[in-house]
């Protein structure tokens, strides 16, 4: 007595119905089994393995991926932001800063009015000036400070969060067009995002660690 497995093969010479027994059929259903198995588990392989490629890369270069793009869209934008008469163009606030620091650079460090403007950024481009530095120089010394406070952003966002948000966070603030824009304008605009991210990252830092070096 046999046991019997029915198969059908429908091709365009012929069409029919074979029958084998089950000691000839078991080998090719274990076979197509196996096979089945295999391209349903490859797709998870793949997916376990660049899950870990990817959390290999985060762990270990996340922050230097974000510093290198922001300092990639910074370049970009610089160069092509050199190319137009903005870049020549001192208007409203800018000429502000621009005339206040040159006067700080000639020795006029007090002035004789009281400030209508927060004194800090004018004595930082004041100094900048007085060590001969042009403005383009500036503009890049913002623009670097940018690209680091994305690498700031990665970091609190790490800390508060997980690695997959950093990345996220700091991929955005890197590519930011409003930040790359105020970090290359004369005017004190970029100092806010920088401080502030650099205020919370030392908050951050003293929280775990209680060492008041993190404080000043």
Request: aromatic share 16%.
């Amino acid at each position: 007595v046999g046991w019997w497995c029915v198969f059908f093969f429908n091709a365009t010479a012929t069409t029919g119905i074979y029958t084998l027994s089950l000691h000839d059929a078991l080998p090719i259903w274990e076979a197509w089994v196996e096979v089945r198995r295999r391209v349903l588990a490859a797709p998870r392989l793949s997916y376990c393995w660049r899950h870990q490629q990817m959390k290999h890369i985060l762990d270990n270069k996340g922050p230097w991926i974000v510093l290198a793009i922001a300092i990639v869209v910074r370049a970009v934008y610089l160069f092509n932001y050199q190319q137009t008469p903005l870049s020549a163009t001192y208007l409203a606030d800018q000429a502000y800063y621009r005339t206040w620091a040159l006067q700080i650079a000639g020795g006029d460090w007090l002035g004789t009015e009281t400030f209508e403007q927060g004194p800090l950024y004018p004595y930082l481009l004041g100094s900048l000036y007085t060590l001969g530095a042009s403005n383009t120089v500036v503009i890049v010394l913002q623009l670097l400070s940018g690209a680091t406070a994305c690498v700031l952003v990665f970091a609190c966002a790490d800390r508060l969060f997980d690695r997959k948000t950093a990345m996220i966070a700091g991929l955005l603030a890197a590519v930011y067009g409003p930040l790359v824009y105020y970090e290359c304008s004369i005017m004190k605009s970029f100092l806010s995002p920088l401080l502030t991210i650099t205020a919370l990252y030392a908050a951050l830092r003293y929280a775990e660690r209680r060492s008041s070096s993190w404080l000043f």
